[in-house]
């Protein structure tokens, strides 16, 4: 893409509306633009890292079994009515009168109908489990929305749910899920701790909040540091295998880790040596959470058993905040400067910057580097716009992209290119070709996952 | 994938309440259910069937140089009211009102929106043509919602707008859309015929649909034969070159085309010689019009001239009925034992039939088979499931998948396989490698788009 084509609307002033580095960033950078309170559009730039973020999740929904929906926004209330949840839910929902006056609301989220899809098509317990899920927008009517995508009103969520026969199912899927969350935060980049969450009535322990490192967080977090030290990734995990993937869940959910709202800090010290306490600052980036037949009964989902009897399921739900992690990796990943987007859900791999495009030399240098950086399939921004060499390096650093690559007079004569990276700043003058080596070196490492 | 495994809750009954063929075909086939009145969840053969549409049509308009956004589906009416709009849409609009009580609604649209994005954004003639596009669920509140997804309340839409300094430019934009569409519905297996359409108070002959023949269509469509022979994908366009682009759109927009409701008999016989007279009946799924400075003066979308001067820029919107055309495809291309999936939409590429999963040799050669024709890059719905060949095979036929591959125990004998063409019904008996060389090669055809 070629930068005076792109339409990417940076502002050079912060926007006083926005308290935190995320929203600022998003603003500066021309990733989103504030439709109403709490509502926003997402402009090419951010587009391409809510895509690439919605696509790890979806990947990795997929390879443990889960299969993709989707569910409309506009619900119909009765299916709330049964399920006792309309009169419940207070104003953060929104409703609706449509023409015919019929009260409909703009899905929070979708257990009820979920549920109904599944109570109407699923009759034994042959075709359990059932692991679904969508990606999908929702609307919470937050009082007060602020902090950019971090809280908004419209926001894009992946909603899982599993159907199981008995708990000793249940507790399978839900382990399936815990594991491929910490996959899907791994290769977003992002350290994640599952964390033991309230479950409510239900009681149990089966609900885990995953929380993101990050300096800026909201939360004040402490944990074990051998969370931070695993390589999540660096096995393959079958899940068909329930010891297997019990094993992860076992190894995590032992170890302490606590937000400040249960954090006790003689049980820290006790449990976790010195050497290895950690504290920090989180943001909650997903949610699991068990909850028996609080759905399948009020809304009939029920299967013959092999015994022939009838049973309602069990069920669970799962949840990532798509839009949110936009913002919450901005947090997790920024300098004064910008931007540093993890190479996983970076808008473009590299960017190319000509410091003299009116320069015939530098023009030629830096058609034929765009050339063949696209050859290796690699994503380019390339800014071959008439600018200050100042204000193209602030632009690149502000949005952050993994790589830059710079053309100028000197290099152009020399035969050599300057390749920085981003998080470290490092610099180094190589042939256009070793540039290109390197950076798809990097990349083959990063799509492991 | 394995059929044991898919949630594909097929039904044995018609459902009454389908009135017409893709309805009832959708709904038999578990492509979707309905939510509530003219609202659908799709279940994941339906959701594999849009996300392949969503893609071509996405692939089609970056191609042509227009960039993808995401602008939210909940607006406030601040904006409709500066356009003139709020009051004037009828009670097809969604209105709601926020905890705040603020006037808000579900877009059934966007050029309020983006045209205020535009006007925030871009101030010269330099950063001129914009060409944007975002693909989002839109609610229309239809007073009398039928037809399943093709006259649906929330539906997804692809809508684009080009911003342009003067109307020539505006005209190549135009036609760059008009060409992509062509393109775009190529690509779908369809055969489309652009027809000129009203233009409303603004005038000009900027203003075309495009119709997709299927026997079942909603308007009898006249037309030149000439527009049926056109291979429309045999031939690269370069649209940075406005002659080339014009000149697809000249060819096409000479013929004749209409619809009954602009059809005259003593034209059409006058214009179009006996033999290339064709009738037929179709479908509307997409819609492209050139408005000038509707929006964009009154929401002040001004650039500054090359002389200094500021202007109203010149717009036009772009739209293409993603859900509808899971619908209209169907209509186009079915028999009375289902759906026949073009090759390009398909849920999956294969259907492998296993005659004797009891069979230990069949399941071996199943076996095999799934593993071959994943290792080809394959999409495989493979039934492994212990059922009466005959339903298997209506199952099959139903949900259309291009090409079913059955393996029974005369075959695993003789080492063959039986391989079916949905759209033919032409079967043969071949090796499994020449099989899977034979569909492989059809998809490199297939995926030249």
Chains 1, 2 share one sequence.
Request: hydrophobic share 40%; glycine share 8%; with cysteine.
């Amino acid at each position: 893409m070629r930068r005076s084509a792109f339409f990417l609307p940076t502002l050079k002033e912060t926007p006083k509306e926005a308290e935190i580095v995320s929203h600022r960033l998003m603003l500066r950078a021309g990733m989103v633009r504030q439709a109403s309170a709490g509502i926003y559009s997402w402009l090419p730039l951010g587009f391409r890292v809510l895509k690439k973020i919605e696509q790890v999740v979806r990947e990795e929904q997929d390879r443990m079994g889960c299969q993709e929906v989707l569910m409309p926004t506009i619900q119909s209330a009765d299916l709330w009515r049964e399920s006792g949840r309309y009169d419940a839910y207070g104003p953060e929902m929104l409703r609706i009168k449509d023409r015919h006056e019929r009260d409909m609301l703009y899905g929070p989220t979708n257990e009820e109908l979920i549920t109904n899809i599944f109570a109407h098509s699923v009759r034994s317990y042959r075709d359990l489990p059932k692991l679904l899920y969508h990606i999908q927008w929702k609307f919470r009517d937050e009082v007060r929305p602020r902090f950019g995508v971090m809280r908004g009103r419209e926001f894009l969520m992946k909603d899982a749910y599993s159907f199981d026969l008995d708990f000793e199912a249940a507790r399978l899927s839900y382990n399936k899920f815990f594991v491929a969350y910490l996959r899907t935060f791994a290769r977003l980049g992002l350290q994640a701790i599952p964390m033991e969450a309230d479950t409510g009535p239900i009681g149990g322990n089966l609900s885990h909040e995953f929380i993101i490192l990050a300096d800026t967080g909201e939360s004040q977090v402490f944990c074990d540091r051998d969370f931070l030290d695993v390589d999540v990734l660096g096995r393959e995990i079958d899940y068909a295998d329930p010891d297997e993937v019990g094993s992860v869940v076992d190894y995590f959910t032992k170890l302490y880790a606590r937000t400040d709202e249960k954090h006790e800090q003689a049980v820290f010290e006790k449990e976790v040596p010195d050497v290895r306490r950690y504290e920090g600052r989180g943001i909650e980036v997903g949610h699991i959470f068990y909850f028996g037949s609080k759905y399948s009964e009020p809304l009939g989902a029920r299967v013959a058993t092999p015994e022939g009897d009838e049973v309602a399921v069990h069920m669970g739900s799962y949840g990532i905040g798509v839009s949110r992690l936009a913002g919450g990796i901005i947090e997790a990943s920024h300098d004064d400067a910008g931007i540093i987007w993890p190479d996983a859900v970076a808008p473009f791999d590299v960017g190319l910057i000509n410091l003299k495009p009116g320069d015939s030399d530098c023009a030629r240098a830096g058609e034929d580097a765009y050339a063949a950086l696209a050859r290796s399939g690699l994503d380019v921004l390339y800014d071959e716009r008439d600018e200050r060499a100042g204000a193209k390096f602030a632009e690149m650093d502000l949005i952050g992209l993994p790589w830059q690559l710079t053309i100028g007079p000197r290099g152009v004569k020399a035969g050599s290119v300057e390749l920085k990276r981003r998080a470290s700043g490092e610099k180094e003058e190589l042939s256009l070709e070793a540039a290109i080596n390197k950076i798809a070196a990097n990349n083959t490492t990063v799509s492991r996952g």
